[in-house]
Nanobody
């Protein structure tokens, strides 16, 4: 059984930084596509950043240049470093891991950016 446990997040002032972590168990992450999504109140969940098994990354236009996704296969963990945070980045952030057996989500973590 695959489990994703998130850590990080919290309250930060605009312009600040946070790093979210997503630790996986039950499978090795090295073979799989992973991503970070977020959902703000009243809005649909949106894809923020992704990283392929080969290390290729993609970002939404709203975070490009400010967020960086990475993975540590040895620690079976992936991350998103969020810099120059803006109030519009406020949302619940979810990690996502797509394996051969289906999609898996983290529990979600709140990120709040004050102006």
């Amino acid at each position: 059984q695959v489990q994703l446990v998130q850590s990080g997040g919290g309250l930060v002032q605009a312009g600040g930084s946070l790093r979210l972590s997503c630790a996986a168990s039950g499978t090795a992450i090295s073979m799989y596509y992973m991503a970070w999504y977020r959902q703000a109140p009243g809005k649909q969940r949106e894809l923020v950043a992704s990283i392929s098994s080969g290390g290729d990354t993609n970002y939404s236009n709203s975070v490009k240049g400010r967020f960086a996704v990475s993975r540590d296969n040895a620690q079976n963990t992936f991350y998103v470093q969020m810099n120059n945070l803006k109030p519009e980045d406020t949302a619940v952030y979810y990690c996502y891991l797509n394996t051969l057996y289906g999609a898996n989500w983290g529990q979600g973590t709140q990120v709040t950016v004050s102006s």
